[in-house]
């Protein structure tokens, strides 16, 4: 493997983050599971987010994602990119 | 929190592990003879009195070895503290008992990354499908060992 033998590892060559690689390196571990583990360990990793925009003073509907432990990574990027912008979450 | 025990003069027979997940604590301060880690190096047997090394653990086969007894747990990333006076610290994002593993799924998984990575165009969705490819050859290794 690609990723012992260098001093950066390919992923972070790539632009990923340890966090992110390990992040996936579970996900794809999991999803491998027989079943009831598949399911126990889904349930485990479930992750909600409720994001708000906040405009004229006042907190905006909240919206809500039920998410997999797949996409919580990626959720993560997208709301440290709004954070920079003008939507506030949270 | 209780202190760490000092290192002893002469090595003692047993290695003390403990091996967390976020969600769990696996093994709790618990005596074996051996663990082998899967790192980034190669797998590495620690028996008690090894030197204090900090390392980085690849998707892998962790095993536990307890006079004949051997556990074997899938971690899939991780790293593992060893400490000067024989207790080891493994910590993982996720691991499970080899046996909990679907072959079938571990291939269906290995084919499906090893495409996307001959139709990868950009350095992170290379990356993303060479991730794939390296924890699914090593689900199918630990499955085969």
């Known amino acids: 493997m690609s990723a012992t033998t260098a001093a950066v590892p390919f992923w972070r060559a790539a632009g990923m983050t340890y966090i992110g690689y390990s992040n996936i390196c579970a996900a794809l571990v999991r999803n491998c599971l027989k079943e009831p583990f ?3 360990a889904a349930s485990r990793e479930k992750v909600h987010f409720s994001v708000a925009k906040w405009a004229d003073g006042k907190q905006e509907k909240p919206m809500l994602w039920k998410l997999g ?3 919580w990574f990626f959720m993560l990027q997208l709301s440290a990119q709004m954070m920079n912008k003008d939507l506030v979450p949270w | 929190m209780k202190p760490r025990p000092p290192t002893p003069a002469s090595i003692p027979t047993k ?13 709790d301060n618990k005596e074996v003879d051996m663990v082998i880690v899967p790192a980034t190096t190669g797998q590495m047997g620690v028996l008690p009195g090894h030197v204090a090394t900090i390392t980085e653990l690849k998707p892998g086969v962790l095993s536990v070895h307890e006079g004949n007894d051997v556990t074997k747990y899938f971690v899939s990333s991780g790293f593992a503290f060893v400490h000067a006076n024989s ?8 691991a499970v008992p080899v046996d909990q593993i679907d072959p079938s799924l571990v291939q269906k998984g290995l084919a499906e990354f090893t495409a996307k990575l001959g139709s990868a165009s950009t350095d992170l969705e290379k990356a993303e499908a060479q991730i794939g ?3 699914h050859s090593a689900l199918n290794a630990a499955l085969a060992g």
């Open chain 2, 15 to 27: 290695l003390t592990v403990n091996f967390v997940l976020p969600y769990k604590s696996e093994i």
């Open chain 1, 69 to 71: 432990d797949l996409t």
């Open chain 2, 133 to 135: 490819v390296d924890v």
């Open chain 2, 87 to 94: 207790v080891a610290d493994i910590v993982a994002v996720e």
């Open chain 1, 38 to 40: 598949k399911s126990e």
